[in-house]
């Protein structure tokens, strides 16, 4: 089936939705295209729009759109209909697509803001539930994205090693940034070893080679 792109978009919540909820809201210019490029496919009427959240944990948020038969969707994925077009979204993106937008503009195309960020990795020996950890992802809320925001970034906090190092990941404008070495360790690891006395400093655990879209250049 056809696909379609678009850009990807950071930021904040993982609740999954109640099942009546319409998940992600599609903006009627963004409707409209979708029904153009939905209506151009063999069989178009028997088509809906899969929207998948397609990158792994701890990755800056990339999608995958694409046209399936919706009367053949999964048994676990979520089938809602926005103004005449099926939606589609699997169970596992679900709770990462809860109250984003899908819309449609002629500098960006299809563009998803999408108010949820990418859940972190699971990495091995790492700690990521007990105290330390509670105070570690307050100061990162309180202070260290909402300095980071003025960019676009974010960063994720992934679990800390028994020497006090915290590991974390970067994302939005601070992923692929060409800064974003320089970011994490004059600014974030200051932050955070003043903010938290057990902290010692931090190591970033993201991969800056696939960042799309980044502040700087």
Do not use: W
Not at 110 to 117: D, G, H, Q, S
């Amino acid at each position: 089936m056809g696909s379609l792109d678009a850009p990807q978009s950071p930021f904040a919540r993982n609740d999954v939705p109640p099942a009546s909820d319409t998940i992600i809201e599609i903006t009627p210019a963004a409707l409209s295209i979708i029904k153009e490029l939905r209506d151009e496919e063999d069989d178009g009427e028997a088509l809906g729009l899969r929207l998948a959240i397609a990158s792994a944990p701890g990755e800056d948020f990339r999608y995958d759109l694409s046209f399936d038969e919706y009367l053949k969707a999964g048994f676990t994925d979520e089938v809602r209909t926005i103004g005449d077009v099926k939606v589609i979204i699997p169970a596992d993106s679900v709770g990462l697509l809860s109250g984003a937008v899908l819309d449609h503009n002629a500098q960006q195309g299809l563009v998803i803001r999408n108010p949820n960020r990418p859940q972190a990795p699971v990495v091995e020996g790492l700690v990521n539930d007990d105290e330390l950890s509670a105070e570690v992802e307050s100061v990162l809320a309180a202070e260290v994205n909402p300095a980071l925001a003025g960019h676009g970034g974010f960063v994720t906090y992934v679990g800390h090693d028994d020497e006090g190092i915290a590991y974390l990941t970067m994302g939005g404008g601070c992923h692929g940034c060409s800064m974003s070495k320089a970011t994490m360790l004059d600014g974030v690891q200051t932050m955070l070893v003043e903010a938290v006395d057990a902290i010692t400093g931090v190591r970033d655990l993201t991969d800056h080679t696939t960042g799309a879209n980044p502040f700087y250049s």
